[in-house]
């Protein structure tokens, strides 16, 4: 399984426990997928603590999703036992334990913690699951003018790194960073609807530090 151990570690934790749902998946969700009714299936990869869940039960939509880390899962279940067959355990880069068709596939940071490879696998995925005409959103990948991307070590490709001694990627494990043509190469199957650069400049407490990430919305077609 390629899931990192860091992960796990961090839930172990219980660190990054985020418990509210992230405004731009909102904003993406009901701009380019309007979902509606029951039958709508949306897959959330990498769920982490569950934060987008209340969203998704509010549109009253079937809501399925795959995480790495068991605990955060088990801890979903007993939160969330309705959707105990619907949260997974599972590495989403390596197959998709479902046997559906989604109306809405989407993902806030996760993807981005793996390699190019791996996250090209995950896309092949994501195109055979996803319904024709349909979309997929992705919340927050992380860009190349992040300030963090001159740090780490280069892993298994110059768009991965890790090993970071501090800052906000400190033992999280791999962190993938894209441009926008790395990012239209690995979707170059789907049609892209939207494509945000998202730049946020720190002045305090440490000037000159970047907080960069893309959101996208792309087409099966």
Same mark, same amino acid.
């Given at each position: 399984?390629?899931?990192s /151990?860091?992960w796990?570690? #961090?839930?172990?934790?219980?660190?990054?426990?985020?418990?509210w749902?992230w /405004?731009?998946?909102?904003?993406?969700?009901?701009?380019?997928?309007?979902?509606?009714?029951?039958?709508?299936?949306?897959?959330?990869?990498?769920?982490?603590?569950?934060?987008?869940?209340?969203?998704?039960?509010h549109?009253?939509?079937?809501? +399925?999703? #795959?995480e790495g880390?068991?605990?955060i899962?088990?801890?979903?279940?007993n939160?969330y036992?309705?959707?105990s067959?619907?949260i997974?355990?599972?590495?989403?880069?390596?197959? %998709?334990?479902?046997?559906?068709?989604?109306d809405l596939?989407?993902?806030?940071?996760?993807?981005?913690?793996?390699?190019?490879d791996t996250?090209?696998?995950?896309?092949?995925?994501i195109?055979?699951?996803?319904k024709?005409?349909?979309?997929? #959103?992705?919340?927050?990948? %992380?860009?190349? /003018?992040?300030?963090e991307?001159?740090?780490?070590?280069?892993?298994d490709?110059e768009n991965?790194k890790?090993?970071?001694?501090?800052?906000?990627?400190?033992?999280?494990?791999?962190v993938h960073?894209?441009?926008?043509?790395?990012?239209?190469?690995?979707?170059?199957k789907?049609?892209? #609807?939207?494509?945000?650069?998202?730049?946020?400049a720190?002045?305090?407490?440490?000037?000159? +530090?970047?907080?960069?990430? +893309?959101?996208?919305a792309?087409?099966?077609?």
């Amino acid at each position: 399984m390629n899931y990192s /151990s860091e992960w796990e570690n #961090i839930y172990q934790r219980n660190e990054q426990l985020s418990i509210w749902p992230w /405004s731009d998946l909102v904003s993406y969700v009901m701009r380019y997928s309007k979902p509606v009714a029951e039958k709508f299936k949306v897959l959330e990869l990498g769920c982490g603590a569950g934060a987008n869940i209340p969203f998704f039960q509010h549109l009253k939509v079937d809501y +399925y999703a #795959i995480e790495g880390s068991t605990s955060i899962v088990n801890h979903l279940h007993n939160k969330y036992p309705s959707l105990s067959t619907k949260i997974k355990t599972g590495d989403f880069t390596q197959e %998709f334990p479902f046997d559906v068709s989604f109306d809405l596939i989407f993902d806030r940071a996760s993807i981005t913690h793996n390699n190019t490879d791996t996250i090209r696998n995950c896309i092949s995925l994501i195109y055979s699951h996803l319904k024709q005409g349909n979309i997929f #959103i992705g919340i927050d990948w %992380f860009s190349t /003018s992040h300030s963090e991307f001159k740090n780490g070590i280069i892993t298994d490709d110059e768009n991965t790194k890790s090993h970071f001694i501090n800052g906000q990627f400190n033992n999280v494990g791999q962190v993938h960073f894209s441009d926008k043509l790395h990012l239209v190469k690995l979707f170059e199957k789907f049609e892209f #609807i939207k494509m945000e650069h998202k730049i946020v400049a720190q002045e305090f407490p440490k000037a000159d +530090y970047n907080f960069a990430s +893309y959101n996208f919305a792309v087409k099966k077609i």
